[in-house]
C-alpha cells in the first residue's frame, strides 16, 4: 500500500487522510488542497506589524537578529602613509609617546599579548560595542605614520589596543625586516569628538581572533583611562537601532592621562 501523503504541524507529522477525517469530524468543510496552499502561502509570506501584545524587549530582539543576519561588518577603511619629519615632532608628545611604549613594553615582557576577545564572528553584531575612530599609527623613528578612519571594536576583555600586521605598512613596523609582532605608538580621536587625543600604544600580530582585519580598542591606556557610559538599545526609540549600535550607544564623559595624571572633558 502506498504510503499516505502528510502534513507537518508544529512537531507533529499528520497523514493526509487523518486529517480529512478529522476535519470531517469538525465539519469544518474546507477544501483540503486549498486549506494546504493557503498555510505554504502564509508560511512564505514576509512577517506582520508587531502585535501590541508584542513587548518592547520582544520587538527589540528581532530587529537585532534580523540585523545580524542581513546586515555585513562594517568594512575596514584603507589606510593612509605618510613620511613626516621627526623633527617637526612636538618634544612634549614624543616623551609622552616613548614612556607609554615604554611601560606597555615592560608590562607585557616585551611579547605582545593574546587580545582575549570575547565574541564570534558569523556576521554578528550584538556582542561588541563599535566605535567610529582615527587612529594615527607612527614607527619608532617617527619617520612615518599610517593614519586609520574605521569602525573599531571596543571591546573590555581586550588587554590592548590590536591591529593586525598585515593591515601595517611596512615602513610603520621598522622595515622589510620588522619583527611579525610588536607594539607602537598611535593616538586616537573617537568620532565625533574634537579633544582629546589620546596617546596610547598599539599592538600587532600576524593573526587576531577569528582572523578579524578590524582595529580592537583594549584597555591599556585606553578604555581603563577613560570615563564612559553605555546605554542599552533596549532603551532605543523604536526604528532607530542601526548595526554599529545594536549592542547599545556609548557616551565618552572623561579621560585620566596615566602620563600626566591630568583629567580631561570629551568635548
Not at 621627526?86 to 609617546?97: G, H, L
Not at 573590555?156 to 601595517?168: E, H, P, S
Request: glycine share 6%.
Amino acid at each position: 500500500m502506498p504510503a499516505q501523503p502528510t502534513v507537518a504541524v508544529g512537531s507533529i507529522v499528520i497523514p493526509l487522510d487523518v486529517l480529512n477525517a478529522v476535519l470531517e469530524d469538525l465539519k469544518v468543510p474546507v477544501n483540503t488542497q486549498e486549506f494546504l496552499e493557503k498555510v505554504t502561502k502564509h508560511s512564505t509570506a514576509p512577517p506582520t506589524a508587531p502585535t501590541g501584545s508584542q513587548t518592547r524587549r520582544d520587538v527589540h530582539n528581532a530587529v537585532v537578529a534580523s540585523l545580524a543576519k542581513s546586515t555585513p561588518p562594517p568594512t575596514p577603511a584603507e589606510a593612509v602613509v605618510k613620511r613626516v619629519d621627526p623633527s617637526t615632532v612636538d618634544p612634549a608628545i614624543r616623551e609622552k609617546r616613548r614612556k607609554l611604549l615604554a611601560d606597555t613594553r615592560t608590562a607585557f615582557n616585551n611579547e605582545v599579548p593574546t587580545p582575549f576577545v570575547v565574541y564570534t564572528w558569523a556576521g554578528k553584531f550584538d556582542n561588541l560595542q563599535w566605535i567610529m575612530a582615527q587612529i594615527v599609527v607612527t614607527s619608532d623613528d617617527e619617520a612615518s605614520t599610517q593614519t586609520f578612519n574605521e569602525w573599531c571594536m571596543w571591546d573590555t576583555g581586550a588587554q590592548i589596543t590590536m591591529v593586525a600586521g598585515v593591515r601595517l605598512d611596512p615602513a610603520v613596523k621598522g622595515g622589510a625586516n620588522a619583527p611579525p609582532q610588536g607594539f607602537l605608538q598611535a593616538e586616537i580621536t573617537f568620532g565625533g569628538v574634537q579633544t582629546p587625543s589620546i596617546q596610547c600604544s598599539i599592538g600587532y600580530r600576524p593573526q587576531l581572533p577569528n582572523n578579524t582585519q578590524h582595529i580592537i580598542l583594549g584597555q591599556r591606556s585606553l578604555i581603563e583611562c577613560i570615563e564612559y557610559s553605555v546605554t542599552p538599545s533596549s532603551l532605543f526609540p523604536p526604528g532607530t537601532v542601526t548595526p554599529q549600535d545594536t549592542y547599545g550607544s556609548l557616551s565618552l564623559s572623561r579621560y585620566h592621562d596615566p602620563i600626566d595624571s591630568s583629567i580631561q572633558a570629551f568635548t
